[in-house]
């Protein structure tokens, strides 16, 4: 009888399992019946991937993905529409130099760099540098940059915490490619600090004593999590040089697991050096001669300058203090003089050029505000509109390795879109007047009916 009564329950049992299972199904398909793509109305929308702005185009979106880009195309009624046939609309600007979790109040005193990388190590800790950066990365966000590479000075792994939290939802933010700890000389970039208090340095950089540890360094990153390498060829204002050896073997273990490296360098030597170890990328770039210019090139090393435009050039040494107004004037003269002769360099050899704004100073404004104006300092060293606006799309998204995915309005590639008011032809400085933003098929700014 007790066998007879097991067997009834066991068959009761399959037979509620396959209801529900077959519930499941049904509501999961009804689920996918019940998202009506999105039809976005274009007036001028920027085709990075032919250099050129197109007019009148209609943009679909299934889910998370652009499906299809046309000038006509049937909407159904359940169709949902954006009309952004008033605006200029692009793909989500990237910003491929970022410190979301460091910033850095101004203050002239020498020794200023030290303090404020003691303070983030050892005052606020990961948790709360996570925490503020998550706040700076919706900043990002809102500002139209709904993609950035992450380059160090993030604790112990704490900006790839930040990464998965914007991943699952906790926090609003834009993509990220996150390195994890900077690879490092001894010392790394807090000078000053003495001996026996170099420990803390450990903190905040990854340090590299000898080629097998340089190796070592790459598996402990990739091991947590790191989506690139961020490597120190220089540690200004330190004086410690990565060697070339090093930087090779890094690159080698890296490229092994198909990461790619980006390097800080600020003069020619380090610049050269990181080139000939093969690196990916070269951030920073202050200083090249025409020989290393040309081993660039002929590496198909990106460069990515994180030069400033003038407004911000004076705010901050006015703010910090280290110089009057008419002072600040005549140093970004000098400064702006530099910036344009690298620039055009880079464009008369055909350099790829990546946009990163390395903004990581407190200028009293939105964090991701103060990043996009890198782009008006290309602007102010004579690069083309046009020529920007691929350094902050296309050229950025390949050097992520996210080409196609990202930085593109085509299908299959991610729904990343933003709309501006204005014509960044006609003033590049438009694009601070961001209505509408859209990562990854859902909308975050709309401000639409307030522009109309």
């Not at 049904?26 to 039809?39: L, N, R």
């Not at 380059?151 to 991943?167: E, M, P, T, W």
């Not at 600020?266 to 040309?294: F, I, Q, R």
């Not at 350099?351 to 990043?371: E, F, L, N």
Request: charged fraction near 25%; include cysteine; aromatic fraction near 8%.
């Amino acid at each position: 009888m007790e066998d007879k009564m097991r067997n009834i329950r066991s068959v009761w049992f399959l037979i509620i399992l396959f209801l529900f299972i077959g519930f499941a199904n049904s509501s999961f398909s009804q689920d996918k019946k019940e998202s009506p793509s999105i039809f976005i109305k274009t007036g001028k929308m920027w085709d990075s991937e032919e250099g050129n702005f197109a007019k009148n185009k209609i943009i679909k979106i299934d889910r998370n993905l652009i499906s299809d880009v046309s000038e006509k195309m049937d909407i159904p009624k359940n169709g949902s529409v954006i009309d952004l046939s008033h605006y200029t609309v692009l793909p989500g600007l990237i910003d491929a130099h970022t410190h979301l979790l460091y910033l850095e109040t101004l203050s002239n005193d020498p020794n200023n760099l030290t303090m404020q990388g003691m303070k983030a190590v050892i005052m606020e800790g990961d948790a709360l540098r996570a925490l503020h950066g998550a706040a700076r990365a919706k900043t990002f966000l809102e500002a139209g940059i709904t993609a950035v590479q992450d380059v160090g000075n993030s604790g112990r792994f704490a900006d790839i915490a930040l990464k998965i939290a914007i991943q699952d939802g906790s926090v609003i933010g834009p993509r990220m490619r996150v390195s994890g700890p900077g690879l490092c000389a001894v010392g790394g970039q807090f000078p000053r600090l003495l001996l026996e208090h170099q420990g803390i340095v450990n903190y905040e950089y990854r340090i590299v004593r000898g080629v097998e540890d340089g190796i070592q360094a790459v598996r402990e990153n990739l091991n947590m999590g790191a989506d690139l390498i961020k490597v120190y060829s220089d540690s200004a204002p330190n004086r410690a040089y990565l060697s070339i050896e090093e930087m090779a073997a890094i690159v080698k273990e890296a490229h092994r697991y198909g990461l790619r490296v980006t390097t800080h360098a600020v003069n020619d030597t380090s610049v050269k050096n990181a080139v000939l170890a093969g690196v990916d990328g070269v951030d920073h770039v202050y200083h090249a001669t025409d020989e290393t210019l040309k081993l660039i090139k002929e590496k198909g090393t990106f460069v990515i300058p994180t030069y400033t435009d003038r407004e911000s050039f004076i705010k901050f040494f006015t703010l910090s203090g280290r110089a009057s107004q008419e002072q600040a004037e005549k140093a970004w003269e000098f400064s702006k003089k530099r910036f344009t002769d690298l620039i055009q360099r880079f464009r008369e050899l055909g350099i790829t050029i990546v946009a990163g704004s390395d903004m990581y100073i407190d200028m009293k404004c939105p964090q991701g505000v103060a990043a996009k104006r890198v782009l008006y300092s290309y602007y102010e060293c004579g690069m083309p509109v046009k020529e920007i606006l691929k350094t902050t799309s296309i050229n950025a998204a390949r050097h992520l390795g996210l080409e196609n995915k990202i930085g593109v309005i085509k299908p299959k590639a991610y729904a990343d879109i933003i709309a501006v008011n204005g014509d960044p032809e006609e003033d590049i400085h438009c694009l601070d007047k961001v209505v509408f933003v859209m990562k990854d098929g859902k909308v975050y700014v709309n401000k639409l009916s307030s522009q109309s």
